[in-house]
């Protein structure tokens, strides 16, 4: 399974997030929109669900890390679970270990996952959204500069 789906479920002050397949940037406007939304919801938690998540690029990464950032300051905690040691390693690499709650958990069945389809997104927006990813695990990790800054010179310098 190459295409990512996220499929998401809201019980009280709990979301739930399932990503399927290999998280990249495509879907990575719609986890930040949906986390947000949840954030002004004051949820409690937001369990992201890896079980069946092949692999993520560093857009995707990114862009946990700002959910996680904006999360933090008001006490609402994001849980990664069943993340696979691939997975793991890949956010470990990136110096994001301290950034979620890891847990392992059999993943909730419920009735009621909605799969997120968002709207297409514009070049701009979504070159945004790189570029404020990549700059996040920069700023979450200064090692990450060697391996980004080149994205985000070029995204910078590109026309618009």
Known sequence: ??????????????????????????????LKKFCHLMLEKKVEKIVIDMENCAGMDSTFMGILTMVSLSARKQ???????????????????LGLKNMFDFTETATASSPEWENLEG???????????VLDAHQTLIDVHEENR???????????????
Do not use: W
């Not at 990512?4 to 397949?21: H, Y």
């Not at 080149?150 to 310098?157: A, S």
């Open 119 to 129: 709207k297409e997104i514009s070049q701009e927006q979504h070159k945004e959204n």
């Open 75 to 93: 006490n609402t905690v994001i849980e990664m679970n069943n993340t696979s040691e691939y997975n793991q390693q890949n956010l470990f690499s």
């Open 1 to 30: 399974m190459s295409q990512e789906i996220l499929a998401v479920v809201v019980e009280d002050n709990l979301a739930r997030i399932k990503v399927s397949g290999r998280a990249t940037f495509g879907c990575s406007e719609d």
């Open 146 to 160: 060697k391996e980004f800054q080149d994205i985000i010179t070029f995204l910078k310098e590109s026309p618009e």
